[in-house]
Nanobody, 120 residues
Framework: QVQLVESGGGLVQPGGSLRLSCAGS????????MSWYRQTPGKQRELVAR???????NYADSVKGRFTISRDNAKNTVYLQMNSLEPEDTAVYVC??????????????WGQGTQVTVSS
């Protein structure tokens, strides 16, 4: 059974930094596009950052210049470095692994999430 396990969340003051990690197991990690989403109560899940299997990256406008996504395929791990954190970044951050096998065969795995709270 595939598992994605996030870690690194916590409480941080505005302007601070956190580094999230998502470790995959029982997954051919390098095949997958990896993403970080975030979820807050009453809002839709938001894509924060994505890194493809080819190491292309894209970011939500709200985090560009502050967050950096990276991956280490040898460790089956994707990271999210978050700098200059703002209270609006407070959310549960969830890791996603995505693979489009064919147009009708799409695979998605999700982690359980890690809470990030930005507050003074």
């Amino acid at each position: 059974q595939v598992q994605l396990v996030e870690s690194g969340g916590g409480l941080v003051q505005p302007g601070g930094s956190l580094r999230l990690s998502c470790a995959g197991s029982r997954i051919t990690f390098h095949y997958y596009d990896m993403s970080w989403y975030r979820q807050t109560p009453g809002k839709q899940r938001e894509l924060v950052a994505r890194i493809t299997r080819d190491f292309s990256t894209n970011y939500a406008d709200s985090v560009k210049g502050r967050f950096t996504i990276s991956r280490d395929n040898a460790k089956n791990t994707v990271y999210l470095q978050m700098n200059s954190l703002e209270p609006e970044d407070t959310a549960v951050y969830v890791c996603n692994a995505h693979l489009t096998v064919t147009s009708t065969n799409i695979v998605d795995y999700w982690g359980q999430g890690t809470q990030v709270t930005v507050s003074s």
